[in-house]
């Protein structure tokens, strides 16, 4: 079946501090989502890529996917404590249909 | 309304026990779905519905039985669980195939 990567698994940074993670498929994705899970919390949507190549940004955070369309990043510039979570990304499996969460990211932010 | 209301918050239950957890959107979605999620994990699909109709069942053990009388309900129906079952129980909405899924808060679900 098709798997998704995210590295890393974990990141811990000192506030202010960049931060990236990045999910990698062995085939191509159709589109790819991204969510934030914060501790005890649920998953909430951040946003859908869907071009190839295609770049968003959310105030800090900037989002690639990239031009085989078999990976993408979430960037965070500056972090702060409201970052701290998990990010996952998303994608639907493509002809098989299967709604597929990467393994996420565990972001700690030091204040 | 923005939200996917999940009902309980929190059930333990026996392993002879019949419960069923509870899912209501009011976003208009047509697609409904529910996860489970272990702690340290990435939530892993169960079953998805698809304009109130079974699209996705991802080889889940029959004590799992879920339920979407309408449009806006998702349901459940859990029975004879096993302690290797206590999760996280998340659902979600989206429109079908397209979009970002709405999660309710889950259900945190113990099995004694």
């Known amino acids: 079946g098709q798997q998704v990567m995210q590295i890393p698994q974990y990141q811990h940074v000192q506030e202010g501090e960049d931060f990236t993670t990045y999910c990698n498929s062995s085939?191509?994705?159709?589109?790819i989502q991204w969510y934030k899970q914060r501790p005890g919390g649920h998953p909430v949507f951040l946003i859908q890529?869907?071009?190839?190549?295609e770049v968003k940004k959310q105030k800090r955070l900037t989002f690639q996917f990239g031009e085989a369309k078999k990976n993408s990043s979430l960037h965070i510039t500056a972090t702060q404590t409201t970052d701290v979570g998990t990010y996952f990304c998303?994608?639907?499996?493509?002809?098989?249909?299967?709604?597929?969460f990467g393994t996420g990211t565990l972001l700690a932010v030091q204040p | 309304d923005t939200e996917v209301t999940q009902t309980p918050k929190h059930l333990v239950m026996g392993m002879t026990n019949k419960k069923s957890l509870k899912c209501e959107q009011h976003?208009?979605?047509?697609?409904m779905y529910w996860y489970k999620q272990k702690a340290k994990k990435p939530p892993e699909l169960m079953f998805v519905?698809?304009?109130?109709?079974?699209?996705i069942n991802e080889s889940v053990p029959s004590r799992f039985s879920p339920e979407c009388p309408n449009s806006s309900l998702l349901n459940l129906h859990l029975h004879a669980l096993q302690p290797e079952d206590s999760a996280l129980y998340l659902c979600?909405?989206?429109?079908?195939?397209?979009?970002?899924?709405?999660f309710g808060s889950g259900t945190r679900l113990t099995v004694v």
């Open positions: 979600a909405s989206s429109q079908p195939d397209r979009g970002g899924y709405t």
């Open positions: 085939t191509t994705l159709s589109n």
């Open positions: 890529l869907v071009k190839s190549g």
């Open positions: 998303r994608h639907d499996g493509g002809a098989t249909n299967k709604l597929i």
């Open positions: 976003m208009g979605h047509r697609a």
């Open positions: 519905y698809s304009y109130e109709k079974l699209s």
